[in-house]
């Protein structure tokens, strides 16, 4: 029903920024929320920041101040700002999204195919 499709990832220096999109098509459904997650080898996917249909931002104490998630509603994109990158912030990004099908009247949550980000003098 609904694909995600993530870019933006790639090879930065320490102190960089990069921007990541995701994209969500289909028809018949609605979004509530869109978010970033992240993950490396051998640890938990963690959150990084998601926004709600409302505005209302949450973001990890790890990239407080430092990335920033926004979205275009129109355009079923959401997007983060990845700023004064770290080499800890190397992950592989996950965009997630919940909404609604239309015509089943349900809810789901998809994930993204991930994009690797590589922070690295």
């Known amino acids: 029903q609904v694909r995600l499709v993530e870019s933006g990832g790639g090879l930065v220096q320490p102190g960089g920024s990069l921007r990541l999109s995701c994209a969500a098509s289909?028809?018949?459904?609605?979004?509530?929320?869109m978010g970033w997650y992240r993950q490396t080898p051998g640890k938990e996917r963690e959150l990084v920041a998601r926004?709600?249909?409302?505005?209302?931002?949450n973001y990890a104490d790890s990239v407080k101040g430092r990335f920033t998630i926004s979205r275009d509603n129109a355009k079923n994109t959401v997007y983060l700002q990845m700023n004064s990158l770290k080499p800890e912030d190397t992950a592989v990004y996950y965009c997630?999204?919940?909404?609604?099908?239309?015509?089943?009247?349900?809810?789901?949550?998809?994930w993204g195919q991930g994009t690797l980000v590589t922070v690295s003098s």
């Open positions: 926004v709600t249909n409302d505005g209302t931002t």
């Open positions: 997630n999204v919940g909404g609604m099908n239309l015509l089943r009247h349900n809810n789901f949550n998809i």
């Open positions: 289909g028809s018949f459904f609605s979004i509530n929320v």
